[in-house]
Nanobody, 123 residues
Framework: QLQASGGGLVQAGGSLSLSCAAS????????LGWFRQAPGQEREFVAA????????YYADSVKGRFSISRDNAKNTVYLQMNRLRPDDTAVYHC??????????????????WGQGTLVTVSS
């Protein structure tokens, strides 16, 4: 029900834009998030955005470099990633939750997950 795309190989300092298209759920009712998982590491929170696209939330490691947005008419959430670094290399997953704002950083709060798209940043 969530399909992420847009990953690829980019040099450090470059940019990528990820998209995640949703189907089979009432998109506007869900808070949307992005998580990432690097090899050998746990899945970690990256960013989240509320139902109406209000105040977004970011992990400290991506603040000022990444931007999350959503288009409820297209049932799509985006992650614009700028000034990429090698430690941003990971599989990026989109996810959807009905939980409140206080839970958006916790992966267990999310009801639906996309399959992930690989982002590789070379030095």
């Amino acid at each position: 029900q969530l399909q992420a795309s847009g990953g690829g190989l980019v040099q450090a300092g470059g940019s990528l834009s990820l998209s995640c298209a949703a189907s089979g759920l009432i998109f506007r009712m869900y808070t949307l998030g992005w998580f990432r998982q690097a090899p050998g590491q746990e899945r970690e929170f990256v960013a989240a955005i509320g139902r109406s696209g209000g105040i977004p939330y970011y992990a400290d490691s991506v603040k000022g470099r990444f931007s999350i947005s959503r288009d409820n008419a297209k049932n799509t959430v985006y992650l614009q990633m700028n000034r990429l670094r090698p430690d941003d290399t990971a599989v990026y997953h989109c996810a959807a939750t009905l939980a409140g704002a206080g839970s958006v950083v916790y992966r267990n709060a999310y009801n639906y997950w996309g399959q992930g798209t690989l982002v590789t940043v070379s030095s």
